[in-house]
């Protein structure tokens, strides 16, 4: 079975300011792949990054970056220059052999102006 | 291109009652999927669609729980009959077919059931 822990239930930033939230996993599996996901408070859960355990190289989209550390099982969000619309909950979320999706219990992120 | 749909937006019954969840993936996906938040605490997949055989649906909590996707289209899930312990937000999501476990899966924006 694998696990997901998100130890930070809530968060906050200022404005233009850079945040990281914390996010561990447990598997057994050699490959899988590693996701972030955020719900603004509009519910829409929309995918945010990715990234492939085999890849050494940390994934990268605009403001966002990960530090994925394989051997930690360590799986952190950067956002950079923090907008107001980064205010959402975020979710990570592990994904193995089976077509399911494992999620932590979330992070809810504030961007304050 | 139009999203992972659900209906309805909220849901508040009475304990006991039966309560009917509706997806719509997005057009030409393959795989269909229920998750479940409850009382804030993570996301738990319920169960799994290919078309319109269920490839997983070990998430399922209990036998009050039905799902189909009768034509691989659209899905419901039904609750019957509700326990309050049913209460929170349902999830459905949608992807293309498999590619080795890193497609992207689309959420919809959920329905809140609060059962009484």
């Known amino acids: 079975a694998q696990t997901v822990t998100q130890s930070q239930p809530e968060m906050s930033v200022q404005e233009a300011e850079t945040v990281t939230l914390s996010c561990t996993y447990d598997?057994?599996?050699?490959?899988?792949?590693l996701f972030w996901y955020k719900q603004p408070p509009s519910r829409q859960m929309i995918l945010v990054i990715r990234?492939?355990?085999?890849?050494?190289q940390n994934a990268t989209e605009n403001r966002f970056s990960v530090n994925f550390q394989k051997a930690a099982k360590s799986f952190s969000l950067k956002i950079s220059d923090s907008q107001l619309g980064d205010t959402a909950m975020y979710f990570c979320g592990l994904r193995t052999s089976g077509s399911r999706l494992t999620f932590g219990e979330g992070t809810q992120l504030t961007v304050n102006p | 291109e139009a999203g992972v749909t659900q209906f309805p937006s909220h849901s508040v019954i009475e304990k006991g009652q039966t309560v009917t969840l509706r997806c719509d993936p997005i057009?030409?996906?393959?795989?269909l999927y229920w998750y479940r938040r409850v009382m804030g605490k993570e996301i738990k997949f319920l169960l799994h669609f290919v078309k319109e055989s269920k490839q997983d649906e070990s998430g399922m909590p209990n036998n009050r729980f039905l799902a189909e996707r009768t034509g691989g289209t659209y899905s419901t899930l039904k609750v019957q009959p509700a326990e309050l312990e049913d209460s929170g937000v349902y999830f459905c999501a949608s992807s293309q077919g498999a590619s080795g476990g890193k497609e992207t899966q689309y959420f919809g924006p959920g329905t809140r059931l609060l059962v009484l």
């Open positions: 598997t057994s599996e050699s490959n899988y792949y």
């Open positions: 057009s030409g996906h393959d795989n």
């Open positions: 990234q492939e355990a085999y890849k050494q």
